[in-house]
């Protein structure tokens, strides 16, 4: 199943990968991955248990997904560890630990790279691109979607401040 009419990069139509998930309905299990002490895995199960928000981006290594990761990282460093926080990718764990040492990023980033499920299942492929498009979710602590936004255009920024009034509302 593919999702038409959704989503443009640089203007041009783009198509999603997977089924569009709603707002209400549980998050799909995933296995994404990270470089902390070597490659380490990230799931579902891992998130369960307080709000999180997670911040979709095609590469850490544009500038519009760099000013999403920094501005996120900025707007929940005062939560601390009251929520989860990670920002999504296909970049190589390496370069996403890397990207975060050099721009003091404090949230998690994970990696799709491997299988691109998350990607799939949560229907943020672009297929044409095989990248993931820029969207933001926020779960509340069961691993329910209570936020759900896809940026229409894929070079534009996300709404923050509609994000973190979801986030807020779960604590």
């Not at 991955?33 to 590469?59: M, N, R």
């Not at 900025?74 to 926080?85: R, V």
């Not at 996403?96 to 491997?114: L, P």
């Not at 933001?136 to 509609?162: Q, R, S």
């Amino acid at each position: 199943m593919s999702q038409t009419g959704v989503i443009t990069f640089k203007g041009n139509p783009m198509t999603l990968a997977g089924e569009a998930l709603a707002v209400g309905s549980p998050a799909p299990d995933f296995q994404l991955h990270y470089a902390e002490g070597g490659i380490q895995t990230l799931t579902l199960a891992d998130l369960k248990g307080k709000p999180s928000i997670i911040s979709v981006v095609p590469s850490l290594d544009t500038p519009t997904c760099a000013t999403q990761t920094k501005k996120f990282n900025e707007e929940l460093a005062s939560l601390g560890d009251k929520i989860n926080a990670v920002t999504v990718s296909r970049d190589l764990p390496f370069a996403q630990a890397r990207f975060c040492g050099a721009e003091d990023i404090k949230m998690r980033t994970a990696s799709d790279y491997q299988t691109h499920a998350f990607g799939n299942d949560y229907g943020l492929t672009i297929e044409e691109l095989k990248l993931l498009t820029r969207a933001v979710l926020v779960l509340n602590a069961d691993g329910e979607i209570v936020h759900k936004e896809i940026v229409a255009e894929v070079t534009e920024e996300p709404d923050y401040a509609t994000a973190m009034a979801a986030l807020r509302m779960l604590l």
